[in-house]
């Protein structure tokens, strides 16, 4: 499903990985018959690889977490979103490039 360093975050997992984070979190939600997200996937293993040690980059699927997706306004996928200090940073709906979630990254990185 996901690359080495991309973490899984799930319903039991979401607070403690995502919101009470002390790096940016970038966090992907997906799903498996979504054939844009899973154009994506490759993506968010890179990036996971290239901000590991300074964010936490991971995957939420919406089909069996389905209450994060509905806590967070998901209505279309992929959305990836933007933690910092456990709030939502910045919101990416539908398939982007590489260098617009790392600009995002790096902005959060340094503010």
């Known amino acids: 499903m996901a690359g080495p360093n991309t973490r899984e975050f799930t319903e039991a ?3 403690d990985e995502v919101l009470n984070a002390s790096e940016p979190v970038l966090v992907d939600f997906w799903a498996e018959w979504c054939m844009p997200c899973r ?3 490759p993506t968010i293993d890179e990036l996971a ?3 590991a040690g300074k964010a936490r980059v991971g995957k939420v699927d919406t089909e ?3 209450s994060l997706a509905a806590k967070f306004g998901i209505m279309n996928i992929p959305t990836v979103i933007l933690f910092k200090n456990g709030q939502v940073r910045e919101k ?3 398939l982007r490039g590489k260098k617009d979630f790392a600009a995002s990254l790096n902005a959060a990185l340094t503010s």
């Open 49 to 51: 690889t290239e901000y």
């Open 92 to 94: 990416f709906v539908g």
């Open 39 to 41: 154009a994506l996937g």
């Open 13 to 15: 997992n979401f607070e």
């Open 64 to 66: 069996t977490n389905p």
